[in-house]
């Protein structure tokens, strides 16, 4: 279990039921890829992942990515240990390397 952390203004998500209906938003039509900032400790990211998209999220504290790592190890690849902030979205996105 991850605790959040108030300097880094972390607040989980932690109803299964709400994070489904979100991920049950999702279309899946003109796009194929998903970035989840700040995923915590992965409650919405377990029903991204059963979506027929590429998920990517994106995560600066690293307890919740060591976490994230050990419980979805087939993600591990898709998580990426930055702050939002410092990443060029935009270039990463058209290159692939996000």
Do not use: W
Request: proline fraction near 2%; include cysteine.
């Amino acid at each position: 279990m991850v605790r959040p952390k108030k300097h880094l203004g972390q607040h989980f998500l932690k109803d299964k039921a709400i994070a489904q209906r979100i991920a049950d938003c999702l279309t899946e039509q003109g796009y194929s890829k998903v970035l989840e900032i700040g995923p915590g400790m992965g409650i919405l990211t377990q029903f991204l992942l059963q979506k027929k998209l590429e998920v990517f999220a994106i995560e600066i504290d690293s307890e919740s990515v060591s976490f994230l790592k050990k419980t979805f190890l087939n993600f591990s690849k898709n998580i990426i240990e930055n702050d939002l902030l410092k990443i060029d979205l935009k270039q990463n996105f058209e290159n692939n390397q996000l």
